[in-house]
């Protein structure tokens, strides 16, 4: 008999026991939290939305290695993949932003990690990001960071993207941002959905009807 086995994130395993089987020896092996029991309690209230995987991944004495240390693990153990697609819901991509939230100070009473991005690519590659908000105008907004780690990896097309709060409220792009998504790759307009809400996905189009360029065209044309 084979187990096809769903976490709570809708991650599929093909084992019967994904913690014990996968994510314990998983944190041994990392040099994190030996207890098999205490590792079980911590995964199941990160489960339950007790806490944030930021604070998981610290509890278990491996906060230093997040959020690379959380795609290791979904890259490495056993995770189906359709096609070598991930097919996720606008709720399981929700999560996901919401993971990586983790809202700290830095210089000058600045923040970073107020706010969580995830995207799926064309491609259908997961890459996420958070906003760094800094003086002089030079922060970013998460939306760009998930973006800049796709245009790293060799894609520009986006297939669906969200923008979320540490509590999971989602956050509409801000213009620059729908500009942004429109300028990396122009056919993103009608191929990218934008989620608004778990239920409410509307294309890029319908958030940017007018991207700057559109003057300058009817000069050219005109």
């Known amino acids: 008999m084979k187990w096809i086995v769903f976490d709570a994130m809708g991650v599929v395993f093909e084992v019967s026991d994904d913690t014990n089987d996968l994510l314990v020896p ?3 092996e990392r040099g994190g939290c030996e207890s098999r029991e205490r590792i079980n309690e911590l ?3 990160a489960s339950l939305g007790q806490m944030t995987s930021a604070q998981f991944w610290r ?3 491996l906060g230093d290695e997040y959020p ?4 290791e693990y979904l890259d490495t153990r ?3 993949r359709n096609g070598g697609h991930q097919a996720m819901t606008n709720e399981e991509l929700i ?3 919401q993971s990586v939230v983790n809202p700290r100070k830095i210089a000058h009473g600045c923040t970073v990690g107020d706010v969580g991005c995830a995207l799926i690519t064309g491609k259908g590659n997961v890459h996420v990001g958070v906003c760094i908000d800094v003086a002089s105008g030079i ?3 998460a939306e760009h960071s998930a973006i800049a780690a796709m245009v790293t990896q060799g894609e520009q097309r986006i297939r669906k993207i969200v923008a979320v709060l540490g509590d999971g409220t989602v956050l509409p792009p801000c213009g620059r941002c729908r500009e942004f998504m429109h300028q990396v790759d122009q056919r993103n307009m009608d191929d990218t959905d934008v989620i608004l809400s778990k239920e409410k996905t509307v294309k890029l189009r319908d958030l940017l009807p007018h991207p700057w360029e559109e003057v300058w065209e009817k000069d050219r044309n005109g």
């Open 43 to 45: 995964y199941r209230q």
């Open 26 to 28: 998983f944190v041994r």
């Open 139 to 141: 922060g970013f907004c």
């Open 59 to 61: 509890e278990i004495s």
């Open 95 to 97: 999560r996901k932003a």
């Open 78 to 80: 056993g995770i189906r």
């Open 68 to 71: 690379g240390i959380e795609t």
